[in-house]
């Protein structure tokens, strides 16, 4: 399927309105969305039917030739077959009719998409990690979520109620303004709707194409390098000399009290048991809806505060320098797992990412992940061989530089931005940079020396390390050319 392009000059931009639908709404909208999970469910298992099926022909020494044919799996074809059997399939031929034809769509499209990337992963023309085959999606887990790119979807001019295809018109809670004044004016039309059940509450996303001219930022010579950390979430030195940090607001930790009580209100309860099918009570229905809201409101405000934050740096400098952290290992440090995960690091260089290059047109470079930003001093360019994570004030053994280690990273991370502009790789600290710009070597090779491992002799694999083997510990050294920040 080709790819939808925005027009020159527009911008593909979704817009998101909570809604508060009425007791038959609800019950409309959990009956699509179920439905689109069922259209899923079908088309996974009348693919793979044909993969089982050819499996056991193979065991029983049926040529390859008379082997039966794959089925197809496009979007096409699984609209047309679904089309003939929902008519006679038990399993659909009762209800269809209740719901539209969109939330079937949703559901073969899904399906397509997954085997699209099943198939790449496996041929090797994706990126990421390996993707496992589609499978199917459970009623009690699956996320409920519909989408309607036909039909009549719009905003009402009062700008607090939508209108969707077969749910008819739907009270918001907040106002639509936001796109209903877009679209009065002409500088927006709706592409699609997506109505998806998230944090206790039901949404709706319009896909838009947006007329957006670029806003200049408020600095665009400056550059600015973030730390990123727990105990301060961000530490922003620029080109300018001006050093700022970000204090780090700790929803989930405030809100752990309140939650290890709602959560013990929760046990005490009669809850679900999948093996002997023990239904929820009432009463543990109502606490594990109290200790969802504990979470949603977590979210919520770590959403709104990254936001923010993200908003005011991409609209401020033309340049944005940021780690390329390691966020998926970082979280298996059982000590540090909690805090990571609440400071969002991840989410911070998503939305940096996407606020610099549409909304300002304004550069974001990741340096290196193994650039030593913290070991590296910021003043002589000297690289200690360690510097402990509990050490928080860099002292150098050179030229006598004291700082703290937050603010010493973040300068170094702003001086990668000239280094960037001058090699042109896009990528600050790159292990392929040219020869001009420095390349500290720290964190990327190993600094202790490898010892013999308890209780194997030297005539086992995996024994005592030969002398020549040896790694020596690295000591402090300089650059040839220091990394200046002004």
């Not at 300002?360 to 061989?385: E, L, M, N, Q, Y």
Request: contains cysteine; glycine residues 8%; aromatic residues 6%.
């Amino acid at each position: 399927m080709k790819k939808f392009r925005p027009r020159p000059g527009f911008v593909v931009q979704a817009f998101r309105f909570a809604l508060d639908p009425n007791a038959a709404q609800e019950h409309a909208l959990r009956s699509h969305c179920g439905a689109a999970r069922a259209a899923y469910n079908w088309a996974v298992g009348w693919v793979t039917a044909s993969w089982w099926q050819r499996r056991a022909e193979e065991s029983y020494g049926v040529p390859a030739d008379r082997l039966t044919e794959w089925r197809p799996w496009s979007l096409p074809a699984l609209r047309k077959e679904f089309n003939q059997a929902k008519k006679t399939d038990p399993r659909f031929a009762a209800w269809w009719e209740e719901n539209s034809k969109e939330a079937y769509s949703t559901g073969l499209s899904n399906a397509s998409a997954a085997f699209d990337n099943y198939a790449k992963s496996k041929n090797g023309k994706r990126k990421g990690a390996r993707m496992g085959k589609p499978r199917f999606k459970s009623k009690r887990k699956a996320p409920l979520s519909c989408r309607f790119t036909t039909g009549t979807i719009r905003l009402d001019a009062d700008g607090r109620h939508v209108t969707l295809p077969r749910l008819g018109t739907i009270r918001t809670h907040e106002l639509t303004g936001s796109l209903l004044t877009r679209i009065t004016v002409g500088t927006a039309r709706i592409l699609s709707a997506t109505v998806r059940h998230e944090r206790g509450r039901w949404f709706v996303a319009f896909q838009a194409e947006v007329k957006r001219d670029l806003v200049r930022v408020t600095r665009p010579d400056v550059a600015v390098g973030i730390d990123l950390g727990i105990k301060t979430l961000a530490v922003m030195a620029d080109s300018a000399g001006e050093i700022r940090e970000v204090p780090n607001p700790r929803h989930l930790d405030s809100a752990l009290k309140q939650l290890r009580r709602a959560s013990r209100t929760v046990s005490r309860r009669q809850g679900p048991d999948r093996r002997t099918g023990q239904k929820a009570s009432y009463r543990w229905e109502k606490a594990n809806a109290r200790r969802n809201r504990v979470h949603h409101r977590v979210a919520n405000l770590r959403e709104d505060a990254l936001h923010k934050l993200t908003t005011s740096v991409a609209g401020e400098y033309g340049t944005v320098v940021i780690e390329d952290l390691n966020v998926a290992g970082m979280v298996k440090n059982r000590r540090l797992a909690r805090h990571i995960a609440d400071a969002g690091f991840g989410e911070i260089r998503r939305q940096l990412t996407y606020k610099t290059r549409r909304r300002h047109a304004t550069r974001i470079i990741a340096a290196d992940r193994w650039f030593p930003s913290s070991k590296t001093c910021s003043g002589c360019g000297t690289v200690k061989a360690k510097l402990p994570l509990h050490v928080r004030t860099y002292a150098c053994d050179v030229c006598g530089l004291v700082i703290d280690r937050d603010t010493n990273a973040a300068r170094n991370l702003a001086a990668l931005a000239a280094a960037a502009c001058t090699t042109g790789t896009g990528v600050a600290g790159d292990q392929d940079t040219a020869p001009a710009v420095s390349k500290p070597r720290g964190a990327d090779h190993k600094t202790r020396t490898t010892r013999p491992r308890r209780k194997t002799g030297t005539g086992r694999a995996g024994g005592a390390t030969l002398p020549h083997q040896q790694q020596k510990e690295a000591g402090d050294r300089t650059q040839a050319e220091p990394l200046t920040l002004w």
